[in-house]
C-alpha cells in the first residue's frame, strides 16, 4: 500500500512539474510582457530634474548663511549685554529684543526650510508624473503588461549597507526588457525637440 501511495503521489508531482510551466508560459502570452526601470537612474539622468534640483541646494545654502550671519548679529549684540547691569530697564530691554529677534528668526528658517521642502517635493512629483506618463506610453506602444521598478546600481563587495540593500531588491535577473535608456531618452528636452 505504501508504495501505491508514493507511486500517486509521484504521478501527481510529475504532472504538477509538467503542467506549472505550461500554466505560466500561457499566462505570459495573454497578459503581455514584464518590464523593468531603474527609477534613480531616470531622475538622476534627468537634465531638467538636476537643474531644478541644484537651484533649491542653492537657495537651501544661501538660506543657511543668511541666517547664520543673523545668528552672528544676535551673538555680537548681545555682548552688549555686559554694558548694562542686572535688571536695569537698559539690560532688560535689550534681553527682550534679543529674545524677539532669535524668535523671529527660528520662525523665518521654519518657514523657509519648509517652503523649499515643498517645492523640492513638487519637482519630484512633476518629475515622477512626466516618467510615468512616458513609461506608459511605451508599455501601450510595446504591449508591456507590468513594469517594475529596478536598481541597476552596481554593489560593492565590501559595503554591507549596499550589499545589504542588493540582497534585498525585487529583481534578481532581467533578460534585455529595460525600459530606462528609452525613458531618459524620452524625458530629456534636447532628444524630444530632436524628434519633432
Same mark, same amino acid.
Given at each position: 500500500?505504501?508504495?501505491?501511495? =508514493?507511486?500517486?503521489?509521484?504521478? +501527481? ?14 499566462? *505570459? $502570452?495573454? +497578459? +503581455?510582457?514584464?518590464? =523593468? ?35 552672528? !548679529?544676535? #551673538? ?20 527682550? &529684543?534679543?529674545?524677539?529677534?532669535? &524668535?523671529?528668526? #527660528? ?9 523649499? @521642502?515643498? #517645492?523640492?517635493?513638487? =519637482? ?8 510615468? &506618463? ?8 510595446? +504591449?508591456?503588461?507590468?513594469? !517594475? ?18 540582497? *534585498? ?9 529595460? @525600459?530606462?535608456? !528609452?525613458?531618459?531618452?524620452? !524625458?530629456?528636452?534636447? $532628444? ?5
Amino acid at each position: 500500500m505504501n508504495s501505491q501511495w =508514493i507511486k500517486s503521489l509521484m504521478a +501527481g508531482l510529475v504532472l504538477t512539474c509538467i503542467s506549472f510551466p505550461l500554466m505560466a508560459q500561457q499566462e *505570459n $502570452s495573454n +497578459g +503581455g510582457l514584464v518590464a =523593468i526601470l531603474d527609477v534613480a537612474k531616470v531622475f538622476k539622468d534627468n537634465p531638467v530634474f538636476d537643474t531644478k534640483m541644484k537651484s533649491i541646494k542653492a537657495e537651501a545654502d544661501a538660506l543657511k548663511k543668511k541666517i547664520q550671519d543673523q545668528q552672528e !548679529m544676535i #551673538r555680537k549684540d548681545a555682548a552688549g549685554l555686559e554694558e548694562f547691569g542686572v535688571g536695569t530697564p537698559e539690560r532688560n530691554n535689550l534681553e527682550a &529684543t534679543l529674545e524677539q529677534r532669535q &524668535t523671529a528668526l #527660528r520662525t523665518q528658517a521654519r518657514q523657509a526650510e519648509a517652503d523649499l @521642502l515643498a #517645492r523640492e517635493a513638487g =519637482i519630484y512629483y512633476d518629475t515622477y508624473s512626466e516618467m510615468q &506618463t512616458v513609461v506608459s506610453k511605451l508599455a501601450n506602444q510595446y +504591449g508591456i503588461s507590468l513594469v !517594475m521598478r529596478f536598481d541597476s546600481a552596481p554593489i560593492s563587495r565590501d559595503n554591507r549597507p549596499e550589499v545589504i540593500q542588493a540582497v *534585498n531588491r525585487t529583481i534578481v535577473y532581467h533578460h534585455k526588457v529595460d @525600459l530606462t535608456g !528609452m525613458v531618459i531618452q524620452a !524625458m530629456n528636452p534636447a $532628444s524630444a525637440s530632436a524628434n519633432q
